[in-house]
Nanobody, 115 residues
């Protein structure tokens, strides 16, 4: 059984920052890519950032320069530092972990940015 536990979401004013964490536990032996997605009401889930096992990162244009993804392989944890938050960043944020047995998703954490 694999579990991904997310934390760090909440309410923040525009221009503020939040740091999301996602810790993996259970029967995970090899983790490849780790990533963060979000889904706003009435919209499709979108990829925000991914990081490979070697540390190579990719970002969506909408968050490039504002969000930073990182990982701690020893702790099987992926982070998303979000700066200069905007009201349009309001969504449920999900982490995703790729392993040899498949992809796994966190339960989601709400991020609300007030104007």
């Amino acid at each position: 059984q694999v579990q991904l536990v997310e934390s760090g979401g909440g309410l923040v004013q525009a221009g503020g920052s939040l740091r999301l964490s996602c810790a993996a536990s259970g029967s995970i032996f090899i983790i490849s890519d780790m990533g963060w997605y979000r889904q706003a009401p009435g919209k499709q889930r979108e990829l925000l950032a991914r990081i490979s096992s070697g540390g190579t990162t990719n970002y969506a244009d909408s968050v490039k320069g504002r969000f930073t993804i990182s990982r701690d392989n020893a702790k099987k944890t992926v982070f998303l530092l979000m700066n200069s938050l905007k009201p349009e960043d309001t969504a449920v944020y999900y982490c995703n972990v790729g392993t040899v047995t498949g992809d796994y998703w966190g339960q989601g954490t709400q991020v609300t940015v007030s104007s």
